[in-house]
């Protein structure tokens, strides 16, 4: 692979690393000049190789060129171009600043143990939830300011300014990158939980038509909560409930976009696209998850993706389903969660005894609601499943999604 090849490559998987190591190392105070320096040394890998070739092992090469240009960049000015006083440079070194004569710990464990502190550090309730989802999507998974953009349907200039505003938050709030006492795990990794569940959910149920994005978003999320249950203190059941929801509908991928890019629908897809070994894994940390007397959203949730993975159109199966998502509401009421249910209610008792129920909601501006009406309605009363994919198609927010309500007005 050539340099030209490599270096994007590396960067999507090495600069999350620096940065965690460095901002670690600098603290808050100072995460723009950790991203500087991972960012320059990428710079230097791309005009140093481009002359010289590849170096026997470019990733240590990275790690030896960070390192250095991290020390260098104390020696010289001391974080502050020069200016700080020799008070100013003990108190720095002393509070977690890199000293001068120290160096960089770019080890294995050095850079799992720092990539996990600096996801809770990231996670800090201090920040919206939105502005959580961009700093994990930048300093932990190495996403370009473009892509982040593009995934939220926004500028560059949007996502430097709520991502400057975040990391200001974090500075002004003086928050440690560190993991929290063990007295606090709990109620600060549902945080953390939660914001791997939005940028899971940003790229599975986007509506960017980067299919790429989609996918790299939903593994990243899956990384990032591998990460959690790789320790032994964030090594929790509802982390591992998390962990199978998202392997389940991952292992769903391939069948839910065709090959345009459009969604297809559950009874649409090819059983044979599912991923049999993503469902295996789901399975298996579904299992982990159990040894628990608290269940939490994700062990529900995860329990009916699992029954969604399996090819049977049974009655059981969806009244396991239907079960599912009653004690889900009632625990977490969402939305979506009570139009999905609506959904299997027409699949275990009917389609007239699932439309009552819909219309109940009254999600008016949401597309997928008409588009289920239309789907309740269709060989029931054709005028109200025609109007209601009409609304439907009023409503739909990308390309893909209209032209499949237009297929779908198309069979009238």
Known sequence: MQHQQLIP???RSEYRKIVSVLAKRFGFDH?????????????TAAQTWALKGLPENPTAWLYHVAANKAKNHVQRDLLFKGKISKDIQHELSTAGGIPPDDTVDLSPQSIDDSQLQMMFAICHPSISPEAQIGLSLRILCGFGID??????????????????RARERLREE??????????????RLETVLTTIYLLFNEGYYSISNDTTLRKDFCLEAIR????LTDNPST??????????????????????IDSKGEIVLYDDQ???LWNAELIGRGAHYLHRSTNTDRLSRYHLEATIAFWSTQKTDSHEKWENILQLYNRLLQFHYTPIAALNRTYALAKANGNRAAIGEAEKLRLTDNHFYFAL??????DIDHSRALEHFRQALTLAKTPADRHAIQRKIDQF
Not at 151 to 164: D, G, Q, S, V, Y
């Open 373 to 378: 009406l239309g789907e309740l309605y269709t």
């Open 270 to 272: 090819d059983t044979s």
């Open 174 to 187: 003086k928050i440690p990158i560190e993991l929290p006492s063990p007295a606090d795990i709990d109620s």
């Open 147 to 164: 892509e982040i953009a593009d995934a939220f349907l926004t500028n560059r200039e949007t996502i430097n300014k709520r991502l400057f």
């Open 31 to 43: 995460l723009a000049t950790a991203e500087d320096i991972a960012s320059d040394t990428f710079l």
């Open 224 to 227: 990032l909560c591998h990460m």
């Open 9 to 11: 490559h590396l960067f």
């Open 235 to 256: 090594d929790k059941p509802p982390v591992n409930a998390l962990l199978a929801l998202m392997c389940f509908h991952a292992s769903r991928f391939e069948a839910r």
